[in-house]
């Protein structure tokens, strides 16, 4: 019998933008919710609902001393006594960090689904790049893209990665200043503690995230059975299980409780948590994204059908 | 007996995928699949053990190999001793088989091995001559190879010494100097005085190619001398093969094949006889009619004995018959008391001794003691006389009117001195004399001296030059004690003191007792014979029973020729005179086939003087290794299998799960004995009163544990198909089915026991048998099922559970048997029936045969009201009416068909009805002719 699992190529850049593209149209833009927002002189396309500096009209408010004079706008001064300023509505563009997981056990693809687990993920980070960069926002990528605006952003992103040496984990965050958000797709395997182990220092930094975990039905299900040598695909370990069905269910529930409890503690942050089977639409999991981005989180999270 | 061959040489080619198959099995044990799994840290804090798949180990490599090489091997079919079939076709195949008495044990593979050389012989297209050694009459002209065959056919084992010089020089008439091709000797393996002569005509033939075949008469074992001691009977057997130590039994059977006794015989390593001490009371010695080595059907295994050994009647006659108010004085009261446990008395009325002698000798006793008589009238004398020459034995006590009767007396042995000598009385300077030690020589041999016995007067010998060879005992100044003179086949034996206590102590002693005896033991037990057989030479003795090839003895005597025996000679076994008995019922000799002291030793090939192949029989000779190479296959695929458990840490996880393993296994074996068929050792408890009580209170069905689980299983279920169907169909409600065990058990209690015979189940010992053959005397029946009514058809040899029914009914007295016949009470003793079928339809149903004139004979084994004691089928009766639990069959009939079942149902109802009832059924004939009689 042929074997379940497989370690795939990576998916060319071109592809998994045409296919990103394809699922970001189906998708409105995001304006990501910002609560507290990088002041930040690089100004944005999209309005914050607050008085700041950008081109549309906001509100006019009455003129109070010490305020530059230039800012007075004399025509709705004149129809009264009263002094207006002319407030704009600020214009400010937010910084989204995103970054996929292109570790060795990302390449796993089972017989159960179509793609592997990074084309999925690399499929999921640019739709959501084309998204935001539609949005104005500005799109970075930890180690590989310093945060640009532009509208092409989701192309320069993929190039960028193409380009970029792999990576194995967490990517170094030293760069991300200020309050943004940051975005982190994998498989998430290690154990819950330490991958908060590392994610907790961003949180402290006033970082937003939004952690999706891509995951393989093949790794929740387990549909495997008889003699069966498991291979670590990053470390190259083996194991051997006699009867493989035999510890299916003590594996679901281990699996589920990694799961549970890597959630939890993100939650916990205040970051939010999905978690996503490469069987089902890409789609599903951008838009729980854009929900979580954009402040509405979705009614059930996480891309279960259910 | 080296020789080692392929039967399929080419499977050994397959020899060379071995390292391809070592290849292989070093990888891994059962390869796994090969899966990619990145979620492994997770899968690791499941999966407790990790497991490091390595290459297997060389030895569990080595392992597997041996088991693909035994099986290459087994497929390849080694055979010890394969059979030759290269046929010399230079001349006629020259066949010389032994039919000798140590034939019968493997009488049909050597027939088997004579078929197969004359198939070679008829395909090679070259004459056969064959002739049988232990026949009288030898055709030895070369024959086609039909003739061949049918010669073999008729040939059976003969209870006889091999003459195969004869047969060799027959061998040698008959080619008239033309060579034979292949001579081969199926011989039995020992030597006779006339082997040389038979090798020396063989080798003028100069055959091409010489074979002496030899079948494993190497357990030869025969019976050769049996003497009676004065407490035992003393047993001489002799073996062929020295090595090692045996030990036998040896079984005293009497006329009714009862054993009486048994001893046994012990040979020790290296010893080719051995001596058996037969201790038994002298009364039971008497009723010992032959004896047999256990287990061993052959004639050499069997001693006939004659009535040299019986109980002997005897004629008490006294001058003075007394007073009976006064028994110690009574002349005879001693000699009464001294003989009574050894002999039958036979004490006259009167005292008339002219007419008490007709009377006696009117008894034909085998001896005539007389206590004091003088001489008797000459009336009187004559046929005494006569008597004594025909064989008769007169002891004559002295006394008295001994001493004073004229010395001319022809009834005594010596001439005596007139008058009696007394030692020391008052006038007397000799002192009273004691009794000198017995001499080496006559009837008192061996007997210890008898230093309490006085004798105070004696009647005195006139000395003659003979009188030291008549005397048998003398006291110890030398006078004689005891003489004796023959007198034709007779004899006379005179004791010079009283019967009584007057003149010595001798009657008070135990060495009387032992004299008497032995002096009576010198008697015929058959008296005297006939006037007109007891001629000068001896007498001549017409055939009574002779012993078949089997050892059993046997009414058909038409082969025998009468044989004349002198007296005092032991007649030896020839081709006129086949061992047996001769005589008459009244009285016989026993001719037996080995002479006194025979020894047995392996014929001796190197005598032959020509170059000799020897080889072994067809059949079992011919070992095939290939059922041992599976075993060792599966044996080792087993301790593969165990190994990979372990390996596999089946057991090391917590040894409580080993230990409950163990508790399962035990507790299963202690079910398995709590379920199954018990023999019946518990129950049998005493005091077993209520279990007999509770098996009285309903009839049960019955069969014999064999021992084998399966055969005992499938009994138990198929006797309770049978009582349940019975209990549906009929009046009868049987009980449980019960197993019984034929050594221990009682089996009075069952109408029938069905007996499922399995050749490899373990051999009942000569006790249960005997008990079996007892239980069929009283009116019980025993359903012999051979179950193999297909193995039976194909060859023409018995099948091995034929071969185990032969020889378990070779020791009892079974009737004549037929198939059931038309009109019998069994077709129709409940249902119509024509067949009795089983789980095989074609073997029919063995009862006795139901000859009017053997009932009248009053044969032992028909008892019971005309049932036959007996049943043999091959139909696996129990097979069809085996049931399980839920009531279903359990085994199919063959062909399938239920309709068959149905019918094997209706044989067993008949069967239990025919037991229970009789030849009730048939007396249903007669109804119209009883209720005309009743007047309705």
């Known amino acids: 019998m042929a074997s379940i699992g497989q370690i795939v190529q990576q998916t060319p850049g071109n592809e998994v933008l045409a296919r990103a593209r394809q699922r970001a149209a189906l998708v409105p833009d995001c304006m990501v919710e910002a609560r507290r927002i990088a002041n930040t002189v690089i100004a944005g396309w999209h309005g914050r609902r607050k008085r700041g500096i950008g081109e549309n009209f906001w509100q006019f408010r009455p003129y109070t001393d010490g305020e530059s004079l230039s800012r007075i706008d004399w025509r709705r001064s004149a129809r009264d006594d009263h002094m207006y300023v002319r407030d704009r509505e600020w214009e400010a563009a937010h910084t989204v960090w995103l970054w996929a997981d292109m570790s060795p056990s990302m390449m796993y693809k089972s017989t159960l689904c179509s793609v592997s687990k990074e084309s999925r993920a690399l499929v999921i980070m640019l739709a959501l790049a084309e998204v935001l960069a539609r949005s104005g926002e500005r799109i970075g990528c930890p180690g590989v893209m310093e945060p640009i605006s532009a509208r092409n952003a989701a192309e320069r992103l993929a190039v960028a990665i193409m380009h970029a040496p792999p990576t194995e984990g967490l990517p170094d965050t030293g760069m991300i200043r200020g309050a943004s958000d940051i975005v982190l797709i994998g498989d998430f395997l290690d154990d819950a503690d330490r991958i908060m182990e590392r994610i907790s220092p961003l949180a402290r930094r006033g970082l937003r995230g939004h952690v999706v975990e891509i995951a393989d039905p093949a790794e929740e299900s387990f549909p495997y059975s008889g003699r069966t040598e498991f291979t670590d695909p990053e470390t190259g370990e083996k194991l051997v299980s006699g009867r493989a069905e035999t510890i299916r269910e003590d594996y679901q529930q281990a699996y589920l409780a990694r799961r549970t409890s890597l959630g939890q503690s993100l939650r916990q942050m205040g970051w939010t948590f999905a978690f996503h089977r490469t069987d089902h639409l890409a789609s599903e999991a951008l838009v729980a994204l854009h929900g979580y981005l954009s402040g509405n989180p979705p009614q059930i999270a996480g891309g279960g059908r259910s | ?936």
């Open chain 2, 1 to 936: 007996m080296s020789a080692f061959a392929f039967a399929y040489p080419a499977i050994l080619s397959a020899l060379i995928v071995l390292p391809a198959i070592w290849w292989l099995l070093r990888l891994t044990p059962p390869r796994p699949k090969e899966e990619v799994f990145p979620p492994l840290a997770i899968l690791a804090t499941v999966l407790k053990r990790q497991e490091t798949p390595a290459k297997s180990p060389w030895w569990l490599t080595l392992l597997r190999m041996l088991m693909a090489t035994a099986i290459i091997l087994a497929i390849a079919d080694p055979v010890i001793n394969p059979r030759t079939s290269t046929l010399s076709k230079a001349g006629p195949l020259a066949l010389i088989v032994d039919n000798s008495w140590a034939t019968p044990a493997d009488w049909d593979r050597r027939t088997e091995t004579a078929r197969l050389l004359i198939e070679d012989a008829e395909r090679a297209d070259v004459p056969v001559s064959i002739v049988f050694t232990s026949e009288a009459t030898h055709d030895a002209v070369p024959t086609s190879a039909a003739v061949a065959r049918e010669k073999l056919a008729a040939a059976r084992p003969r209870p006889l010494v091999p003459d195969r010089a004869r047969a060799g020089e027959a061998m040698q008439q008959a080619f008239q100097g033309n060579r034979p091709g292949t001579l081969a000797l199926l011989s039995d393996g020992i030597a006779t005085g006339s082997d040389a002569n038979m090798f020396k005509a063989l080798s003028a033939l100069s055959p091409a190619d010489t074979r002496i075949i030899t079948g494993n008469g190497a357990g030869a074992v025969a019976l050769t001398a049996a003497s009676n001691g004065a407490d035992g009977m003393t047993v001489t057997g002799a073996r062929l093969s020295t090595s090692g130590a045996s030990n036998l039994q040896v079984n005293a059977v009497d006329q009714q094949g009862r054993v009486l006794a048994t001893a046994p015989l012990s040979f020790a390593a290296g010893a080719g006889t051995a001596t058996a001490e037969i201790k038994a009371p002298f009364e039971i010695r008497n009723d010992f009619a032959r004896l047999t080595i256990e287990g061993q059907g052959n004639a050499g295994a069997v001693h006939l004995l004659d009535d040299g050994f019986k109980r002997r009647r005897v004629a008490l006659l006294a001058g003075d018959t007394g007073n009976d108010m006064q028994p110690l004085l009574l002349p005879l009261y001693y000699i009464q008391r001294a003989l009574q446990p050894y002999a039958d008395l036979i004490e006259p009325r009167g005292a008339d001794l002219s007419k008490t002698i007709p009377d006696i000798l009117a008894a034909n006793p085998s001896a005539i003691i007389m206590a004091d008589i003088g001489r008797l009238p000459p009336e009187s004398s004559r046929p005494l006389q006569d008597w004594i020459a025909r064989g008769g034995v007169l002891i004559r006590f002295a006394g008295p009117r001994l001493a004073a009767a004229p010395a001319d007396d022809p009834l005594v042995p010596v001439v005596l001195r007139r008058g009696e000598r007394s030692f020391g009385g008052a006038l007397s300077w000799s002192e009273p004399q004691k009794l000198s030690e017995f001499p080496k020589t006559g009837p008192f041999a061996g007997m210890p001296p008898a230093t309490d016995v006085l004798v105070n007067r004696q009647v005195l010998a006139e000395p003659t030059p003979d009188l030291p060879d008549r005397t048998w005992a003398s006291l110890s100044d030398g006078t004689p004690l005891v003489t004796t003179s023959e007198v034709k086949n007779g004899r006379i034996v005179l004791v010079h003191v009283t019967a009584d206590t007057s003149w010595s102590n001798l009657p008070l002693s135990g060495t009387f007792v032992d004299m008497l005896r032995r002096l009576v033991q010198l008697s015929h037990a058959g008296g005297a014979q006939s006037a007109d057989k007891a001629g000068e030479g001896g007498v001549s003795l017409a055939p009574y029973r002779l012993l078949t090839a089997d050892g059993l003895l046997d009414a058909n005597t038409s082969t025998a020729k009468p044989i004349s025996i002198r007296n005092g000679e032991t007649a030896i076994a020839s081709n006129d005179h086949p061992p047996g008995l001769y005589g008459s019922e009244d009285g016989f000799a026993a001719v037996n086939l080995l002479p006194s002291g025979a020894t047995l030793t392996p014929i001796d090939v190197s005598a032959a003087g020509f170059a000799v192949k020897q080889e072994a029989m067809a059949g079992a000779e011919a070992k095939s290794l290939r059922p041992a190479l599976f075993i060792a296959a599966l044996s080792l695929l087993l301790l593969d299998s165990l190994i990979v458990l372990f390996l596999h840490g089946a057991f090391s996880r917590t040894p409580r799960g080993a230990r409950a393993v163990v508790t399962v296994l035990l507790a299963l074996a202690a079910l398995t004995y709590a379920v199954g068929p018990r023999p019946a050792e518990a129950s049998d408890a005493k005091p077993g009163d209520e279990q007999l009580l509770e098996r009285l209170d309903v009839t049960h069905l019955a069969y014999v544990i064999t021992g084998e689980a399966d055969v005992d299983k499938i009994s138990e279920q198929g006797l309770e198909g049978l009582s349940q169907f019975l209990t549906f169909r009929t009046a009868l409600e049987p009980g449980d089915p019960v197993g019984v065990d034929i050594s221990k058990d009682e089996l009075s209690l069952y109408p029938i026991i069905y007996w499922p015979i399995s050749a490899t189940a373990p051999m009942p010992s000569a006790a249960a048998i005997a008990r079996i053959d007892a239980y069929m005397r009283n009116g019980g029946t025993v359903l012999f099922d051979t179950r193999d009514q297909f193995s039976a058809v194909d060859s023409g040899m018995p099948s091995p559970n034929g071969q185990r029914l032969q020889e378990l009914l070779a020791n009892i007295d079974i009737p004549p048997l037929e198939p059931v016949p038309q009109d019998h009470v069994l077709t129709r003793s409940f249902f119509l029936l024509s067949s009795f079928p089983g789980r095989y339809a074609g073997s029919p149903l063995w009862v006795e045969s139901r000859q009017e004139s053997q009932r009248q004979t009053g044969r032992m084994s028909s008892s019971g009201d005309g049932v036959t004691p007996i049943m043999i089928t091959g139909n696996d009766f129990a097979g069809a009416w085996a049931i399980d639990p839920a009531g279903s069959p359990i085994l199919p009939t063959v062909p399938p068909d239920e309709t068959q079942r149905e019918y094997a149902y209706r044989a067993g109802v008949n069967i239990m009805m025919y037991m229970l009832t009789g030849n009730y059924k048939s007396d249903q004939v007669h109804v119209p002719a009883l209720l005309e009689r009743l007047g309705q």
